[in-house]
């Protein structure tokens, strides 16, 4: 199957609310070891974004997900705003102008977008941020497309490798962030960038899935 | 939660239409995006020196904008860093041509906007260099965290490198100078109560009656340990030898290279507190700890101080640096020559700091 541009378009509405529905969540895992904004800021950005999509749902998928970059630059703070937006602006940059996405284009979209967020970050792995939801994702997405499965599978395997990543994070000590300045007392908590980071995967599977 | 607010998503834009109402003869507001900058911004040949961070933290930053200290300044929502295009739009705003320092505190979310500003700014032709300040000794290790975070010796910096733009200093000069006071300072916080994000509506986190939180940071997040309540002496000497103490801290910082138009990494030693030197010293109130209580840590200080053979030649005293009402404070020394304190007593006159004019 090739991922239309409505599907973007639709999927960046669903992770508006998605992200909205999980505000109190993320917030409060963010408490826990950071400063208790996550869910305030990216629900913030993403209603930004909603306001701007309207004016470029017609435009190509490429423009599409620049603008969603800007606006999250210009408008979450903190480090998830130049990092999500990172992300979305050089996705935006690798498919262009292309109006529909084959199985590759749509790796090469979240492959650049990753390798975004690590030139502005530069975490490693088990850093405990959302590289470790990002990093297996997209590994288990290559193997899965390289085994020649179809988008969906593959997509959902990747899904799977994000939320165990996720989950992983839990008995890391963080080593970015502000959650690294709790040392130890960051272990036994979930990152809440790699918890938006899940979200924002899982809601591209749930858009693209058929109900 | 009590609050002398109106509306949560209000809070930050008030507080900056009341500042500009207020001091409307030192400093503009400019709104979408947000930033406060100097009535005579541009001023002819002179740097700029820019900052910004989370709001909450008041008088720093917008507080600080005015003669002798900062050309501008992005204020984020609550706690939040501020977003690059105000960094951005405040470089276009008050650059002379001279050139853009940005200061910048050491946290991540400050530090990737200020990146991300930083190349959008060199992108349209204005020279800018970006210096951290990471002066808080409660993070022992740059290995394994983010580095130590910027706290007080951001105020010292920004009355220091101030003057230096206001005297002539080129952009070099002045980022030179922003870097080397940086790693003459240290300071340590310390917190009584925890404080309350307006968008949250809770604190942060919760101390009980006989506790205390050592080693934290200016966002009600917690810090390094939890004790039991103690004495006003031994708490300042607690956290005056965790200053002085403090050996050489070494990390690598990433500085904006304007020749070559990209970042480049620099490794900086900070050496530690000798016998003989001669600092400023800087008693700071989280926002709820009274200036008396104040008077009361710097007593001690003094004495821990004298008795290390190190010479306060001058302080400051009173909620520079906040965390909205949380009580509790800092101590910040940071080490002078003479250079440093022709500086410091240069004249300044902000909403915030104010002498000699």
Known sequence: ?211 | MKKLINAVDDVVREQLEGMASAHSDLLKVHFDPNYVYRADAPVAGKVAIISGGGSGHEPMHGGFVGMGMLHAACPGEVFTSPTPDQMYEAAKAVDSGAGVLFIVKNYTGDVLNFETAAELAFADGIRVQNILIDDDVAVKDSLYTAGRRGVGTTVLVEKIVGAAAEAGYSLDACADLCRRVNQYGRSMGMALTSCTVPAAGKPTFELGDAEMEIGIGIHGEPGQKRMPMSTADEIAEMMALEILDDPAYSRTVREWDNDAGSWVDKFLVDEPFQAGDQVIAFVNSMGGTPVSELYAIYRKLAQVCADKGVTIVRNLIGPYITSLEMQGCSITLLKADAEILKLWDAPVNTPGLRWGI
């Not at chain 1, 004016?55 to 998830?80: E, F, P, Q, Y």
């Open chain 1, 1 to 211: 199957m090739s991922v239309t541009r409505d599907q973007i378009v639709q999927w960046l509405e669903n992770l508006a609310a998605v992200l909205s529905e999980n505000k109190e969540y993320l917030t409060q895992l963010d408490s826990a070891i950071g400063d208790a904004d996550h869910g305030i800021n990216m629900t913030r950005g993403f209603n930004k974004v909603m306001e701007k999509l309207p004016g470029v749902a017609d435009k190509d998928i490429g423009n599409i997900l620049k603008t969603t970059g800007m606006t999250l630059i210009s408008s979450v703070g903190g480090a998830s705003g130049p990092l999500y937006g990172t992300f979305f602006m050089r996705s935006g940059m690798a498919v262009g102008a292309k109006e529909t996405l084959n199985r590759e284009d749509l790796y090469e979209l979240l492959k650049a977008g990753v390798d975004g967020i690590v030139q502005r970050g530069r975490p490693v792995l088990a850093d405990k941020t959302m590289y470790d939801a990002w990093a297996p994702a997209l590994e288990a997405l290559r193997s899965a497309l390289d085994a020649g499965m179809e988008t969906l599978p593959a997509l959902s395997q990747a899904v799977a490798a994000a939320e165990t990543g996720m989950k992983n994070t839990i008995p890391l000590q963080a080593r970015k962030g502000r959650a690294s300045y709790l040392g130890e007392r960051s272990i036994g908590h979930q990152d809440p960038g790699a918890t938006s980071s899940y979200l924002m995967l899982k809601s591209l599977l749930d858009t693209l899935q058929p109900a």
